[in-house]
């Protein structure tokens, strides 16, 4: 297998508890992929790929489509990041679709391949299950600030949980703590994670810029007052 591969799966927390003979393993039935910007990766209800993936690099959202069309997103994945965990496991139908969000290169492998290698490597397997734990959880916590948060409220949540999940603690020169968000969602994006239109979000971060609680910077958030932040939740 090629080092490059090995280097890959060595980054992936997934895989933290395997040795490189192992990862070797894991890379033998491991095929690249390379999807461009708004393609489409997995279709929501399709079981006929139950393959799993692992972001290489790159970046995808896993999304939901009503019956309007519109997209609601569940979540937004980067490098080192998996995803298709669930019908990899039941065998079902795929729950949700994902699309790159940008061009992305991403290592498939087969649901009859992964399995074999789940029953060699117990620590993989409950790695992914803690995983999931994590996942469903977070989607509680959507579903509870979907039908108990104003709509002010839930974008104030979604800026939370991507400080938590993407944010970079940093001080400013005058010594005040804030966390860098890189490459933040655009602005439709967080509409589609806070079940809102693009226009509310546009206004809301306005209003919390002239607060003094957040700092956009081009694709750029800066996080600048966490507590208040919170309190708006």
Do not use: W
Request: hydrophobic content about 40%.
């Amino acid at each position: 297998m090629a080092e490059d591969k090995l280097e890959l799966l060595r980054g992936v927390d997934l895989f933290s508890s395997l040795d490189s003979d192992q990862l070797r393993i894991i890379g033998q039935v491991a095929i690249e992929k390379h999807y461009r910007k708004d393609e489409t990766i997995i279709l929501e209800e399709d079981d006929t790929n139950l393959s799993f993936f692992i972001i290489v690099t790159g970046q995808v959202k896993v999304y939901l489509t009503g019956v309007d069309g519109r997209e609601a997103i569940l979540a937004l994945l980067k490098e080192g990041e998996f995803f298709g965990e669930m019908s990899l496991l039941d065998g079902e139908p795929r729950s949700a679709s994902v699309k790159a969000v940008e061009n992305s290169k991403i290592l498939m492998v087969r649901r009859e391949d992964f399995l074999e290698e789940l029953r060699k490597f117990p620590d993989v397997a409950l790695e992914m299950l803690a995983e999931i734990s994590r996942r469903l959880r977070k989607a509680n916590k959507q579903i509870s600030s979907l039908a108990l948060m104003s709509v002010y409220g839930r974008i104030a949540s979604c800026l939370i949980q991507l400080m938590e999940e993407q944010g970079v603690r940093t001080k400013a020169t005058d010594g005040t703590r804030m966390t860098l968000i890189r490459n933040r969602p655009t602005q439709q994006e967080i509409s589609e994670m806070a079940g809102t239109t693009r226009e509310t979000v546009s206004r809301v971060l306005n209003n919390l810029q002239k607060k003094g609680y957040i700092v956009m910077q081009g694709k750029d958030l800066i996080i600048l007052q966490e507590d208040e932040l919170k309190h708006e939740e």
